[in-house]
C-alpha cells in the first residue's frame, strides 16, 4: 500500500496596523511586497525549516489575513513536497480496519 501525504505550515503574523497597503480582510492569496509585510521573515522561515532537513515547495501569502482594531493578522503558508509512504498489506489490517500497522510503519520513519 502506498500513500502520497503533503504538508504545510500555516501562521498568523501578528503586527501593528500600518497607514499604507493595508490588509483587506479575507484577501492576500500569493500576494507580494508591499501588500504583504511579512515576506521577507517568511523567507527566513522557509531557509530554516530547509537548513534543518525540510524539503519545501514553496511558500507564499494566505487568503486568512483581517483586523481587529488597531492590530493587523497576516496568513501566510509553507508548503511541503510531497512525501511517499509504503506499507505493505497485512491481512488482519485489512479485515479489522485497525490503522495500527500504519502508524506503527510511521512512527519508525
Request: proline share 6%.
Amino acid at each position: 500500500m502506498e500513500f502520497e501525504t503533503m504538508g504545510e505550515l500555516e501562521y498568523y503574523v501578528i503586527f501593528e496596523k500600518e497607514p499604507l497597503y493595508k490588509a483587506v480582510d479575507q484577501r492576500g492569496y500569493h500576494e507580494s511586497v508591499p501588500f504583504t509585510k511579512w515576506e521577507a521573515l517568511r523567507t527566513e522561515a522557509m531557509m530554516a525549516v530547509a537548513q534543518s532537513g525540510g524539503q519545501i515547495k514553496y511558500g507564499h501569502s494566505e487568503v486568512g489575513n483581517f483586523s481587529v482594531g488597531d492590530t493587523e493578522y497576516e496568513q501566510n503558508e509553507i508548503e511541503f513536497l510531497p512525501v511517499t509512504w509504503r506499507m505493505p498489506p497485512t491481512r488482519s489490517w485489512l479485515q479489522n480496519g485497525s490503522f495500527a500497522p500504519l502508524q506503527a510503519s510511521m512512527a519508525l520513519r
